[in-house]
């Protein structure tokens, strides 16, 4: 009933939030602000404790203020200061010294295995608070993240903006060849952890850790960086607290192709066709009917007789319908909601935090919905069992529900690219209904709304028991033991389907009989034990902190899949219902074992002289017991000149100003195949071959079969990554500049190429060495700015890192181009130089020949290619290094100069956030039917109304070249200049307008906080790149699962 009544007062009070106080002013105060210094404090907020009434003070550090009496509170606070309140009593002149922030001097950042001071950091770290996770509609906190860190490098993968979707992360960039290896997630200390699992409402902090000397705590766990994630903690003394916020928003897709109307779409094809000599595909009688349906003279989208001596409906280039069928098969809004409860306290010797969050994202599909929800609950205990043991028991479990229509099936392979290809071919003069009424099965629509399910449901649990002893107060010890564990189930049913004929009567529409079902699942237990001991001194001005431990886990693996056709009933899919003659039929059983012994030693002196050095001893059951063990060491330094004595003359001015630098050597056990590790490599593998599948004959008929084994290499061991990295950390103007800079260089050597060749009689292809290596350099650089204008304050943030690796080695000594070779920049892109297109048949005549890349005639409105080399034909060459032909490096698809820029604003309880993010620098060659249109085949085309800047005798000027509906159309379609895209781009990634109510009102209605807030998401893109494509999604094909522009509304209540 109580919370009933302080809604009441709310509703009653919410009218006077943007009140202002009005104060009968009777009396003044006035006074001077000063520092520890004794130098004056300009810009100082003073204000009357719970009003609005207030002033700052001047360049002098004066400041004059009327006041009804000369009894309250003053409060006292700037940028970079501790806030202050002093008790008027009847005073009217106050002479006020500030002292510089705690949070500025003692801000502890989470480092591997405990805290540091961030003055005394010497690596490459950097930490980001809960802030940018808050009010965001996001479902992964890799969302989030995107461009809040320098070098963070995050980025969307073919799953695109689908419900499910998951971004790549990598920490500086290159990791290896051909792989992309992601940095080590840890939270609360525990290795290993899913960051796609975890509810982002109960993060606090995050940091990320980037050179080697940082992360060489955790050995060959974290060759390429490592992100700790920080949970939510009690608080020892406070009273519980709730909190409970939401986030509804609505979700409309960006950058799809808009198609051609059915009357330009046939004239196309019909262009493209008699271009290759073939005989127009969309007849007269057609082309007229399409004309009639788009004046309204008709009203059918196909003939509504049957095909002539067929019991079918017209369809294809027969029919008259005018569709976009991207706009027909995604919603123009989707709907998706989040709710989030935390509960935190403690008492003097027990805290906890218990949080649970329900998310669901709604997706695009028009047909056949397709639906993403998370559970997630989080409970961290601690407890002081003695005054020298504690005791902390965390646990976490999520559930992930992904639901969404078969896409396709055997149809097409399935899969996002699948499905968007489906909806590119397809001609905007298909039929959505037949005459009669029924969704025509050319439409699809059928497919997604009754052609089956994929569902899939994965659970994580995670528990952690953890001691703490304090042996003095200077020495402790900490022991942990964690399971992890993870649980996938994924199901695909395909449904046999049927259309309704001219007739009446039912046939199977194509690609979905026979009716089948498949079922995976996998378990995975991750074991972790973890004990360390801490111990540091404080010597006069000198500071030791030496930390030393032991890991130990255990990965144990277990899966099987089965699939089997013809299903007794649809209506009950599993695999005991089946009773197909072919099942298929998997398992897998794996384990992998590792332990390291690791240690730390930090020294500074007077905070003035930082050192820093840790190492690890690693081990590891994927390798030989002769090339298993290895050690990494990591060193870095530091110097804070601030602290300097001939330093005080820039004191006033620049607060603070440290110079790092670190080295340090990572093992890494995973390079042969990031995504799917070869757990056994020293092992020769045997491959079964099933009776039905194999060739051989035997006696009656065929028999199983065990193929001979593949080759391995007993020597194969770690690569090993090193890493140098240079930094500067600067502050000015009493904290309100802040400014951080890194260079570094890393290296993986050691990395796997192929073996020498051996002779084919072998039989068999030569093992994987350890002999290639790549070389990463980069920087990051961020600049921040915290100030304020009387009420007003402001914060602003930009960020701008880069990267660019390059093959230091590599074993190929002929210098083929389709293989890696030594000074390779990788993302190169090789091919033709560009001179134009073809005017007319003289110049046709007079250029180098051409028909090297095509024997087909080469005409007007073709792609004229440069002869670089000069022997008057063009071609590749032999691939070469030596001989490329004419082809050259014409680009790079590497991001190069990622930025972002924050804002934010807040003046009496209004607050207001700006998220800009963009890539300066990127080239992209797209060649499929999505940036091409007309691709030679006319059931693989998709011409869009970027394509009618083409080449035609009428317009020679026109972008794209003369098009053909036959193989012809690939020579104009090399990767080359002309069609070499700028990938760039700026987008405005999230702008947020809040409102919180004013304490009054609080604590009239006994409430702690209040805040309501919009928020716009994907709000705009700038970028030269075609239309067709979305920069973020400019990979592969391109046929991606379309990002979302997003409008939310929310509410953040404190109790």
């Given at each position: 009933?109580?919370?009933?009544?302080?809604?009441?007062?709310?509703?009653?009070?919410?009218?006077?939030?943007?009140?202002?106080?009005?104060?009968?002013?009777?009396?003044?105060?006035?006074?001077?602000?000063?520092?520890?210094?004794?130098?004056?404090?300009?810009?100082?907020?003073?204000?009357?404790?719970?009003?609005?009434?207030?002033?700052?003070?001047?360049?002098?550090?004066?400041?004059?203020?009327?006041?009804?009496?000369l009894n309250g509170k003053l409060v006292f606070s700037s940028i970079g200061y501790e806030r202050q309140e002093i008790e008027m009593n009847g005073r009217s002149n106050f002479e006020v010294q500030l002292v510089e922030s705690a949070a500025v001097l003692n801000e502890a950042v989470v480092v591997g295995y405990g805290t540091q001071k961030k003055v005394n950091?010497?690596?490459?770290?950097?930490?980001?608070?809960?802030?940018?996770?808050?009010?965001?509609?996001?479902?992964?906190?890799?969302?989030?993240?995107?461009?809040?860190?320098?070098?963070?490098?995050?980025?969307?993968?073919?799953?695109?903006?689908?419900?499910?979707?998951?971004?790549?992360?990598?920490?500086?960039?290159?990791?290896?060849?051909?792989?992309?290896?992601?940095?080590?997630?840890?939270?609360?200390?525990?290795?290993?952890?899913?960051?796609?699992?975890?509810?982002?409402?109960?993060?606090?902090?995050?940091?990320?850790?980037?050179?080697?000397?940082?992360?060489?705590?955790?050995?060959?766990?974290?060759?390429?960086?490592?992100?700790?994630?920080?949970?939510?903690?009690?608080?020892?003394?406070?009273?519980?607290?709730?909190?409970?916020?939401?986030?509804?928003?609505?979700?409309?897709?960006?950058?799809?192709?808009?198609?051609?109307?059915?009357?330009?779409?046939?004239?196309?094809?019909?262009?493209?066709?008699?271009?290759?000599?073939?005989?127009?595909?969309?007849?007269?009688?057609?082309?007229?009917?399409?004309?009639?349906?788009?004046?309204?003279?008709?009203?059918?989208?196909?003939?509504?007789?049957?095909?002539?001596?067929?019991?079918?409906?017209?369809?294809?280039?027969?029919?008259?319908?005018?569709?976009?069928?991207?706009?027909?098969?995604?919603?123009?809004?989707?709907?998706?909601?989040?709710?989030?409860?935390?509960?935190?306290?403690?008492?003097?010797?027990?805290?906890?935090?218990?949080?649970?969050?329900?998310?669901?994202?709604?997706?695009?599909?028009?047909?056949?919905?397709?639906?993403?929800?998370?559970?997630?609950?989080?409970?961290?205990?601690?407890?002081?069992?003695?005054?020298?043991?504690?005791?902390?028991?965390?646990?976490?479990?999520?559930?992930?529900?992904?639901?969404?229509?078969?896409?396709?099936?055997?149809?097409?392979?399935?899969?996002?690219?699948?499905?968007?290809?489906?909806?590119?071919?397809?001609?905007?003069?298909?039929?959505?209904?037949?005459?009669?009424?029924?969704?025509?099965?050319?439409?699809?629509?059928?497919?997604?709304?009754?052609?089956?399910?994929?569902?899939?449901?994965?659970?994580?649990?995670?528990?952690?028991?953890?001691?703490?002893?304090?042996?003095?107060?200077?020495?402790?010890?900490?022991?942990?033991y964690t399971l992890d564990g993870s649980f996938y189930d994924s199901q695909s049913h395909q449904k046999t389907l049927y259309e309704f004929l001219p007739d009446g009567s039912k046939a199977v529409i194509g690609g979905t009989s026979p009716s089948s079902f498949s079922r995976a699942n996998e378990r995975n237990f991750h074991h972790i034990v973890n004990a360390?001991?801490?111990?540091?001194?404080?010597?006069?001005?000198?500071?030791?902190?030496?930390?030393?431990?032991?890991?130990?886990?255990?990965?144990?693996?277990?899966?099987?899949?089965?699939?089997?056709?013809?299903?007794?009933?649809?209506?009950?899919?599993?695999?005991?219902?089946?009773?197909?003659?072919?099942?298929?039929?998997?398992?897998?059983?794996?384990?992998?074992?590792?332990?390291?012994?690791?240690?730390?030693?930090?020294?500074?002196?007077?905070?003035?002289?930082?050192?820093?050095?840790?190492?690890?001893?690693?081990?590891?059951?994927?390798?030989?017991?002769?090339?298993?063990?290895?050690?990494?060491?990591?060193?870095?330094?530091?110097?804070?000149?601030?602290?300097?004595?001939?330093?005080?003359?820039?004191?006033?001015?620049?607060?603070?100003?440290?110079?790092?630098?670190?080295?340090?050597?990572?093992?890494?056990?995973?390079?042969?195949?990031?995504?799917?590790?070869?757990?056994?490599?020293?092992?020769?593998?045997?491959?079964?071959?099933?009776?039905?599948?194999?060739?051989?004959?035997?006696?009656?008929?065929?028999?199983?079969?065990?193929?001979?084994?593949?080759?391995?290499?007993?020597?194969?061991?770690?690569?090993?990554?090193?890493?140098?990295?240079?930094?500067?950390?600067?502050?000015?103007?009493?904290?309100?500049?802040?400014?951080?800079?890194?260079?570094?260089?890393?290296?993986?050597?050691?990395?796997?190429?192929?073996?020498?060749?051996?002779?084919?009689?072998?039989?068999?292809?030569?093992?994987?060495?350890?002999?290639?290596?790549?070389?990463?350099?980069?920087?990051?650089?961020?600049?921040?700015?915290?100030?304020?204008?009387?009420?007003?304050?402001?914060?602003?943030?930009?960020?701008?890192?880069?990267?660019?690796?390059?093959?230091?080695?590599?074993?190929?000594?002929?210098?083929?181009?389709?293989?890696?070779?030594?000074?390779?920049?990788?993302?190169?892109?090789?091919?033709?130089?560009?001179?134009?297109?073809?005017?007319?048949?003289?110049?046709?005549?007079?250029?180098?020949?051409?028909?090297?890349?095509?024997?087909?005639?080469?005409?007007?409105?073709?792609?004229?290619?440069?002869?670089?080399?000069?022997?008057?034909?063009?071609?590749?060459?032999?691939?070469?290094?030596?001989?490329?032909?004419?082809?050259?490096?014409?680009?790079?698809?590497?991001?190069?100069?990622?930025?972002?820029?924050?804002?934010?604003?807040?003046?009496?309880?209004?607050?207001?956030?700006?998220?800009?993010?963009?890539?300066?620098?990127?080239?992209?060659?797209?060649?499929?039917?999505?940036?091409?249109?007309?691709?030679?085949?006319?059931?693989?085309?998709?011409?869009?109304?970027?394509?009618?800047?083409?080449?035609?005798?009428?317009?020679?000027?026109?972008?794209?070249?003369?098009?053909?509906?036959?193989?012809?159309?690939?020579?104009?379609?090399?990767?080359?200049?002309?069609?070499?895209?700028?990938?760039?781009?700026?987008?405005?990634?999230?702008?947020?307008?809040?409102?919180?109510?004013?304490?009054?009102?609080?604590?009239?209605?006994?409430?702690?906080?209040?805040?309501?807030?919009?928020?716009?998401?994907?709000?705009?893109?700038?970028?030269?790149?075609?239309?067709?494509?979305?920069?973020?999604?400019?990979?592969?094909?391109?046929?991606?699962?379309?990002?979302?522009?997003?409008?939310?509304?929310?509410?953040?209540?404190?109790?």
């Open positions: 009933m109580k919370r009933f009544l302080r809604l009441f007062w709310l509703c009653c009070l919410i009218g006077l939030a943007g009140s202002k106080t009005i104060l009968a002013q009777q009396a003044r105060v006035t006074g001077t602000v000063r520092d520890a210094k004794r130098n004056p404090v300009p810009g100082v907020n003073v204000v009357l404790s719970e009003t609005t009434n207030g002033t700052t003070t001047d360049a002098e550090g004066k400041f004059s203020l009327a006041v009804p009496a950091l010497t690596g490459a770290t950097e930490q980001v608070g809960s802030e940018i996770l808050e009010n965001r509609p996001v479902t992964r906190i890799s969302q989030a993240l995107q461009g809040a860190v320098g070098n963070l490098n995050i980025s969307t993968g073919t799953t695109g903006g689908a419900p499910n979707a998951t971004q790549s992360i990598n920490i500086r960039g290159y990791t290896g060849l051909g792989t992309s290896g992601s940095p080590l997630i840890v939270i609360d200390g525990i290795q290993g952890g899913d960051l796609n699992s975890i509810n982002p409402s109960d993060i606090e902090s995050i940091t990320v850790l980037k050179d080697a000397a940082s992360s060489a705590i955790y050995g060959s766990s974290a060759p390429y960086g490592v992100i700790l994630v920080n949970t939510k903690q009690g608080k020892k003394g406070k009273g519980a607290s709730i909190t409970y916020n939401n986030n509804l928003s609505w979700a409309q897709p960006i950058n799809m192709p808009k198609m051609l109307n059915s009357l330009d779409f046939a004239n196309m094809y019909n262009e493209a066709f008699t271009n290759a000599g073939r005989a127009p595909m969309f007849n007269d009688e057609t082309i007229q009917r399409i004309k009639d349906y788009q004046a309204g003279k008709i009203t059918t989208e196909t003939v509504a007789s049957p095909v002539a001596g067929s019991n079918g409906w017209e369809t294809w280039a027969s029919s008259n319908a005018n569709h976009d069928w991207f706009k027909l098969y995604f919603k123009d809004f989707a709907f998706s909601q989040q709710h989030n409860v935390g509960v935190t306290g403690g008492s003097e010797k027990t805290t906890y935090y218990v949080g649970g969050g329900y998310n669901y994202r709604g997706g695009m599909y028009n047909f056949g919905h397709d639906t993403y929800k998370r559970y997630n609950i989080r409970a961290n205990i601690t407890s002081d069992l003695t005054r020298w043991l504690g005791f902390s028991f965390r646990s976490s479990a999520s559930r992930q529900l992904f639901d969404t229509p078969n896409l396709y099936g055997s149809k097409t392979g399935g899969g996002n690219e699948a499905y968007m290809h489906q909806i590119a071919r397809k001609f905007p003069t298909v039929a959505l209904f037949n005459p009669d009424g029924n969704y025509s099965s050319t439409s699809d629509v059928l497919l997604h709304t009754e052609g089956g399910r994929n569902k899939t449901v994965t659970d994580q649990v995670m528990l952690t028991g953890e001691f703490n002893v304090k042996f003095t107060k200077d020495w402790t010890a900490t022991a942990n360390f001991t801490t111990y540091e001194k404080q010597l006069g001005g000198h500071y030791f902190k030496l930390l030393g431990g032991y890991v130990r886990d255990l990965t144990e693996f277990q899966g099987y899949s089965a699939s089997n056709s013809l299903l007794y009933s649809d209506n009950i899919p599993s695999l005991s219902t089946s009773y197909g003659t072919s099942p298929s039929i998997g398992d897998n059983i794996r384990k992998l074992a590792s332990e390291g012994f690791f240690g730390r030693v930090n020294y500074n002196f007077k905070e003035k002289y930082l050192l820093e050095i840790n190492g690890r001893y690693d081990g590891t059951s994927r390798f030989l017991k002769d090339v298993r063990w290895k050690f990494y060491p990591g060193i870095s330094a530091g110097w804070n000149i601030d602290r300097e004595a001939f330093f005080e003359p820039l004191a006033k001015t620049v607060n603070a100003f440290k110079i790092r630098a670190s080295y340090g050597s990572l093992g890494d056990q995973y390079f042969l195949d990031v995504n799917a590790p070869n757990w056994y490599p020293f092992y020769p593998s045997l491959s079964i071959t099933r009776p039905t599948s194999t060739s051989w004959l035997f006696g009656a008929g065929q028999e199983a079969a065990v193929n001979y084994p593949t080759l391995v290499n007993p020597s194969l061991t770690w690569v090993t990554t090193t890493s140098t990295n240079i930094g500067t950390d600067i502050a000015l103007l009493n904290n309100r500049l802040t400014t951080s800079f890194d260079w570094y260089v890393r290296k993986a050597n050691d990395f796997a190429g192929p073996s020498q060749a051996l002779p084919a009689i072998l039989g068999a292809s030569p093992p994987t060495a350890n002999n290639a290596a790549i070389e990463t350099r980069g920087f990051e650089l961020s600049i921040g700015w915290n100030d304020h204008i009387g009420n007003v304050r402001y914060g602003l943030r930009g960020v701008l890192s880069n990267y660019s690796g390059k093959v230091v080695k590599y074993p190929n000594p002929t210098g083929t181009l389709s293989s890696y070779y030594e000074g390779q920049k990788m993302g190169e892109i090789w091919g033709y130089e560009t001179v134009g297109l073809f005017q007319t048949d003289q110049e046709v005549a007079e250029a180098p020949s051409q028909v090297f890349l095509s024997s087909a005639a080469w005409t007007p409105g073709d792609v004229r290619y440069a002869d670089l080399n000069g022997d008057g034909k063009i071609d590749a060459g032999n691939s070469t290094l030596a001989n490329p032909g004419d082809r050259k490096v014409i680009g790079n698809s590497t991001p190069r100069y990622s930025y972002s820029f924050t804002g934010d604003v807040a003046w009496k309880g209004f607050d207001l956030q700006i998220f800009l993010q963009g890539i300066a620098k990127r080239d992209v060659f797209i060649g499929s039917n999505y940036f091409f249109g007309i691709v030679g085949n006319e059931w693989q085309s998709s011409p869009f109304t970027i394509h009618q800047d083409r080449w035609t005798a009428g317009t020679p000027d026109g972008y794209f070249p003369k098009f053909y509906m036959s193989s012809q159309n690939d020579k104009n379609q090399q990767t080359q200049t002309r069609y070499l895209q700028n990938a760039a781009y700026l987008r405005i990634k999230n702008l947020q307008l809040g409102y919180s109510l004013p304490a009054s009102v609080m604590k009239a209605i006994r409430l702690e906080r209040i805040r309501l807030y919009v928020s716009a998401e994907n709000l705009a893109t700038f970028t030269k790149l075609v239309k067709t494509l979305d920069p973020e999604l400019s990979i592969g094909s391109g046929k991606i699962y379309p990002l979302q522009r997003t409008f939310s509304a929310g509410l953040n209540v404190t109790f």
